[in-house]
């Protein structure tokens, strides 16, 4: 990975819309900045991310 982050097409849209109601993310991969923040904040581990095919595990 690259670091970057692009928008698919939602699996769930209803759990997309409701995260956003919540503002725990935005549209279109603009959530991954403000998750980053809180982690960073909280003095959290930085998350690992992998992937398998077109599947992303966190």
């Given at each position: ?25 935005e549209g279109r991969g603009t959530g ?27």
């Open positions: 990975m690259n670091g970057t982050v692009t928008a698919g097409k939602y699996r769930n849209w209803r759990i997309g819309d409701f995260l956003k109601e919540l503002q725990l993310t991954f900045p403000k998750i980053r923040s809180a982690i960073k904040f909280n003095s959290s581990a930085p998350p690992v991310l992998k992937q398998i095919k077109t599947v992303i595990i966190f």
